[in-house]
Structures are given as C-alpha cells and as structure tokens.
C-alpha cells in the first residue's frame, strides 16, 4: 500500500491511501450522499473528506453572515453551529476510516 500525507493549513498531516480502488464502508456513503457527494472507487478518501470539510466552512461562513444580517439573535448562533457540526459526522473520521 502507497501512503501519502495531505497538509491542510493549520492542521497536522494526515496520512492518506493513494490506493485504489477504495472500497467506502456503506454508512460513510449514506453520510456523504445526504451532501450529494458520490465517491467512486477511485475517488481517494482524502479528497473527498476535504470537499466535506470545505463543505461544511462554507455553511458555517453562510452561517456567520445570516447572524451580521441579524437574520436571527445573536444567542441561538452557538446553538445553530452546534447543529450544523451534527449534519457532518463524517469530519469526525480520518480519511482512512472512510474505507474497508
């Protein structure tokens, strides 16, 4: 098996197969489906859990700029993060959990 390590800016690295075919384990593929994200087996792990993550900072960065509209009250903001970092459990795996 080929490793390679994937930097992301203020994160340590992680290490990342560059083997494929990558065979994603089934709740992972139900967990990125409700994002429309559908890796094949040669879409790498790492790939796919930074377009989650990039996902997920763009919700957040729409989030930020929903409370400066004063869209809803500054005091339900950490509660609607908190409630949008739910809708992303696949951030909590590293890029090798994704797979069999």
Same mark, same amino acid.
């Given at each position: 098996?080929?490793?390679? *390590? &994937?930097?992301?800016?203020?994160?340590?690295?992680? @290490?990342? +197969?560059?083997?494929?075919?990558?065979?994603?384990?089934?709740?992972? =593929?139900?967990?990125? $489906? #409700?994002?429309?994200? #559908? @890796?094949?087996?040669?879409? +790498? @792990?790492?790939?796919?859990?930074?377009?989650? #993550?990039? $996902?997920? /900072?763009?919700?957040?960065?729409?989030? /930020?700029? &929903?409370? $400066? &509209?004063?869209?809803?009250? #500054?005091?339900?903001?950490?509660? &609607?993060?908190?409630?949008?970092?739910?809708?992303? @459990?696949? =951030?909590? =795996?590293?890029?090798?959990?994704? *797979?069999?």
């Amino acid at each position: 098996m080929t490793d390679a *390590v &994937r930097f992301n800016a203020g994160e340590a690295p992680e @290490p990342v +197969s560059t083997q494929a075919p990558f065979v994603y384990k089934p709740e992972v =593929l139900a967990a990125l $489906l #409700r994002h429309g994200v #559908r @890796p094949t087996a040669a879409t +790498s @792990p790492g790939l796919v859990r930074t377009f989650v #993550r990039d $996902l997920y /900072k763009f919700e957040i960065v729409r989030l /930020k700029e &929903r409370l $400066l &509209r004063h869209e809803f009250p #500054r005091a339900e903001y950490a509660g &609607r993060v908190d409630q949008l970092r739910r809708q992303y @459990p696949v =951030l909590a =795996l590293l890029p090798d959990q994704f *797979v069999e």
